[in-house]
């Protein structure tokens, strides 16, 4: 209703205006052939009063020339400044003139019952004497033309508004279509079936727009309830297994009574579970805050190098137990922006699992170099048992093992190189896992020189 009266309004202002500009043009456009002809009655008053047939000749020669008019027929008087009638048409008889407009100016024009009439004073040189022209036209057929354009305007107007109310309502009905569509596909969307997707129109307007938004938050959703899903499965199954084996190992140490050596063992068995239990649910809170960037890192100017040394040096004696050859073949001098803990943290996992997987009488290598002017390249390799070359890109994910075996206490429970990544990416770096030509893994970092602290 409000759109209706609206697009009434607007129609009644649009016709008013139009009425008013035609109406106003057409009477300007006969002003302006008033005025064409008085100064054609003037050129020829002047002709014949040089022949010394004075003005009304002139006007007797003028009327004769105009009063065969069909259209827009002329009628005019001339007179004194004074008022006093020199001549005047005789099909002017019936035509009301107004009085003289003794002002000087410009042509004047003056309306009397459908008669537009116009006025100017000239001067004959020969009889040096100033004399008034009055001239007018009936304007009947422009009130019709203004008069059948505003009754066609009035039959017109209430098609238009039954044609605006039709496309509106086809219009509306099309869109509460698509909208009702929407919302039944989306009611049908819970978590156990979040494949459903919006049927996406061929129109390229809003409607199809908001649709490809809702199928883009949907693909989202329906990704971030996937790795819930697995989160929560992976989680499960990794407390599971130690969980298991701690109340194993509980029910065995209570199936019969045992001496204080064989109780220290058993308590000693679980103390160690319990620990790789609790370092287990502080990575994954580690995770969760990274993911939440509800963790602060303290940047600091780090020697890379030296940090790099005394990771060597700390894991020295586990590979020496194990006959590890284990250099640095390259350890440039670079100086970086980096949380010291954070990156000692990073190193520690990386190289403990080189160690964990590299066998006896392995190779284990360590370069630093500055790849570019602000950017360094930290690769270690080991001589392990690799892995294949489709699960490189995966290795990085959370719970993820490559023989897939759960329960390994001693294999860990796949955080580690997840949680490596997260720093990576906090430092603005980036970090992949390559095989080595021979035998065994890569991994390369690329961190920038230079960052500033956050």
Same mark, same amino acid.
């Given at each position: 209703?409000?759109?209706?009266?609206?697009?009434?309004?607007?129609?009644?202002?649009?016709?008013?205006?139009?009425?008013? %500009? =035609?109406?106003?043009?057409?009477?300007?456009? +006969?002003?302006?052939? &008033?005025?064409?002809?008085?100064?054609?009655?003037?050129? /020829?008053?002047?002709?014949?009063?040089?022949?010394?047939?004075?003005?009304?000749?002139?006007?007797?020669?003028?009327?004769?020339?105009?009063?065969?008019?069909?259209?827009?027929?002329?009628?005019?008087?001339?007179?004194?400044?004074?008022?006093?009638?020199?001549?005047?048409?005789?099909?002017? #008889?019936?035509?009301?003139? *107004?009085?003289?407009?003794?002002?000087?100016?410009?042509?004047?024009?003056?309306?009397?019952?459908?008669?537009?009439?116009?006025?100017?004073?000239?001067?004959?040189?020969?009889?040096?004497?100033?004399?008034?022209?009055?001239?007018?036209?009936?304007?009947?057929?422009?009130?019709?033309?203004?008069?059948? &354009?505003? @009754?066609?305007? $009035?039959?017109?107007?209430?098609?238009? #508004?039954?044609?605006?109310?039709?496309?509106?309502?086809?219009?509306?009905?099309?869109?509460?279509?698509?909208?009702?569509?929407?919302?039944?596909?989306?009611?049908?969307?819970?978590?156990?079936?979040?494949?459903?997707? &919006? *049927?996406?129109?061929? +129109?390229?307007?809003?409607?199809?727009?908001?649709?490809?938004?809702?199928?883009?938050?949907?693909?989202?959703?329906? /990704?971030?309830?996937?790795?819930?899903?697995?989160?929560? @499965?992976? +989680?499960?199954?990794?407390?599971?297994?130690?969980?298991?084996?701690?109340?194993?190992?509980?029910?065995?140490?209570?199936?019969?009574?045992?001496?204080?050596?064989?109780?220290?063992?058993?308590?000693?068995?679980?103390?160690?579970?319990?620990?790789? =239990?609790?370092?287990?649910?502080?990575?994954?809170?580690?995770?969760? %805050?990274?993911?939440?960037?509800?963790?602060?890192?303290?940047?600091?100017?780090?020697? #890379?190098?030296?940090?790099? /040394?005394?990771?060597?040096?700390?894991?020295? *004696? $586990?590979?020496?137990?194990?006959?590890?050859?284990?250099?640095?073949?390259?350890?440039?001098?670079?100086?970086?922006?980096?949380?010291?803990?954070?990156?000692?943290?990073?190193?520690?996992?990386? =190289?403990?699992?080189? =160690?964990?997987?590299?066998?006896?009488?392995?190779?284990?290598?360590?370069?630093?170099?500055?790849?570019?002017?602000?950017?360094?390249?930290? /690769?270690?390799?080991?001589?392990?048992?690799?892995?294949?070359?489709?699960?490189?890109?995966?290795?990085?994910? %959370?719970?993820?093992?490559?023989?897939?075996?759960?329960?390994?206490?001693?294999?860990?429970?796949?955080?580690? #190189?997840?949680?490596?990544?997260?720093?990576?990416?906090?430092?603005?770096?980036?970090?992949?896992? %390559?095989?080595?030509?021979?035998?065994?893994?890569?991994?390369?970092?690329?961190?920038? +020189?230079?960052?500033?602290?956050?």
């Amino acid at each position: 209703m409000m759109y209706t009266s609206l697009f009434l309004l607007l129609a009644t202002i649009l016709s008013a205006f139009l009425y008013y %500009r =035609l109406h106003h043009n057409l009477l300007k456009q +006969v002003d302006s052939m &008033l005025s064409d002809e008085i100064i054609e009655l003037h050129n /020829t008053i002047n002709e014949n009063n040089g022949q010394g047939k004075g003005i009304n000749k002139g006007c007797a020669i003028f009327f004769s020339d105009i009063k065969q008019r069909k259209y827009f027929p002329l009628y005019f008087r001339v007179l004194t400044p004074e008022g006093v009638p020199l001549f005047q048409s005789e099909n002017s #008889l019936s035509i009301e003139f *107004p009085d003289i407009n003794h002002h000087s100016g410009p042509f004047t024009m003056k309306r009397q019952k459908s008669v537009l009439i116009s006025e100017k004073s000239f001067f004959v040189p020969g009889l040096k004497k100033d004399f008034v022209v009055q001239m007018g036209t009936h304007v009947n057929r422009i009130e019709q033309i203004v008069h059948n &354009l505003f @009754s066609n305007t $009035i039959i017109a107007m209430p098609v238009m #508004l039954v044609l605006c109310i039709c496309s509106g309502m086809f219009a509306s009905y099309k869109i509460r279509t698509i909208l009702k569509n929407i919302i039944i596909v989306t009611n049908r969307i819970t978590t156990q079936n979040l494949s459903e997707r &919006l *049927p996406v129109p061929q +129109v390229e307007d809003e409607i199809q727009d908001l649709t490809l938004t809702v199928n883009s938050m949907m693909d989202r959703l329906e /990704t971030s309830i996937s790795e819930i899903k697995q989160f929560s @499965s992976d +989680v499960s199954h990794e407390l599971r297994n130690p969980l298991f084996a701690l109340k194993g190992e509980i029910e065995v140490c209570l199936s019969k009574k045992r001496d204080a050596a064989e109780y220290r063992e058993s308590l000693q068995i679980c103390l160690e579970r319990i620990n790789i =239990l609790i370092k287990m649910v502080n990575d994954l809170f580690f995770i969760t %805050r990274f993911e939440h960037n509800r963790i602060h890192l303290n940047f600091d100017r780090i020697e #890379l190098c030296t940090m790099i /040394t005394d990771m060597h040096d700390f894991f020295s *004696p $586990i590979a020496q137990q194990k006959n590890i050859d284990f250099t640095i073949s390259r350890c440039d001098k670079v100086i970086v922006w980096v949380d010291k803990v954070k990156t000692a943290q990073l190193l520690n996992n990386i =190289l403990d699992n080189a =160690l964990k997987y590299t066998p006896q009488n392995g190779v284990i290598d360590i370069s630093l170099v500055q790849a570019e002017e602000n950017k360094i390249e930290l /690769t270690i390799r080991d001589s392990g048992m690799g892995m294949p070359e489709d699960e490189l890109d995966k290795i990085f994910n %959370r719970f993820y093992q490559v023989d897939q075996s759960r329960g390994k206490i001693k294999s860990g429970a796949g955080l580690g #190189l997840h949680i490596c990544k997260k720093i990576i990416e906090a430092h603005g770096g980036t970090i992949q896992a %390559r095989l080595n030509p021979d035998k065994g893994t890569a991994f390369v970092i690329h961190l920038p +020189v230079e960052q500033k602290q956050a």
